[in-house]
Every structure is written in structure tokens, then in C-alpha cells.
Nanobody, 121 residues
Framework: QVQVVESGGGLVQAGGSLRLSCTASGMIRSVNAMGWYRQALGKERELVAATTSAGSTTYADSVKGRFTISRDNAKNTVSLQMSSLKPEDTAVYYC???????????????WGQGTQVTVSL
């Protein structure tokens, strides 16, 4: 089994910062891309930022320059440093990891349970 667990959400005032962390654990053979998605109330889930095992990163236009994704391949962790937060960043943030297990010939996407980020005025 594989577990993906996030931490670090909470309530912050506009302009503030938060750091989200995510760890993948369990029967893992390899981890490919890891990333963060978010889903605001009444909206579809969207990609916030992602990183490959080689270190390439991609960001949603709405967070470029404000959010930074980082990864520790040895620990199977990914973090999202969020700065200059805006009320429109309010959402449930989900960690995603594309993982290959010893029992599977292909990698699959695994999701965390989500962590709430609320940005107040």
C-alpha cells in the first residue's frame, strides 16, 4: 500500500505565507512527478505546481512568483512554500504523487486527503 499525507494548511491573512508538506510512504519502487493541486468551493480541481524527479518544475500562471515547489527525492517529500497569499488562493490543497510500486508494471497517481488553506482579507 501507498500513503500520501499532507500537512501545513491553515488560516492566514492576505499577504501572509504558509508552507505545505507532503510525504509519500509505503510500498514504493519509484516516484515520478509530485505536485500540488487545489480545489476551491464550486470550482474544478486545478494544478498549482508540480515537479519531476529530475527537478523540472511547472506552475500555474496565477501562482508564479509567489509559490515555490521543492522536493526531497530521498525522503519522497514535496513542499509548497506559498507567499503573498491572496483570498483567491483559498481552497483545499491536494498532494499528488505518481508512484510505481513493486507489484505494478506501471505507475499510478496517488492523492492525499487534502488540507484546507484559507486566506482572509
Amino acid at each position: 500500500q501507498v500513503q500520501v499525507v499532507e500537512s501545513g494548511g491553515g488560516l492566514v491573512q492576505a499577504g501572509g505565507s504558509l508552507r505545505l508538506s507532503c510525504t509519500a510512504s509505503g510500498m514504493i519502487r519509484s516516484v515520478n512527478a509530485m505536485g500540488w493541486y487545489r480545489q476551491a468551493l464550486g470550482k474544478e480541481r486545478e494544478l498549482v505546481a508540480a515537479t519531476t524527479s529530475a527537478g523540472s518544475t511547472t506552475y500555474a500562471d496565477s501562482v508564479k512568483g509567489r509559490f515555490t515547489i521543492s522536493r526531497d527525492n530521498a525522503k519522497n517529500t514535496v513542499s509548497l512554500q506559498m507567499s503573498s497569499l491572496k483570498p483567491e488562493d483559498t481552497a483545499v490543497y491536494y498532494c499528488n504523487a505518481n508512484i510505481r510500486t513493486p507489484l505494478s508494471w506501471r505507475a499510478n497517481d496517488y492523492w492525499g486527503q487534502g488540507t484546507q488553506v484559507t486566506v482572509s482579507l
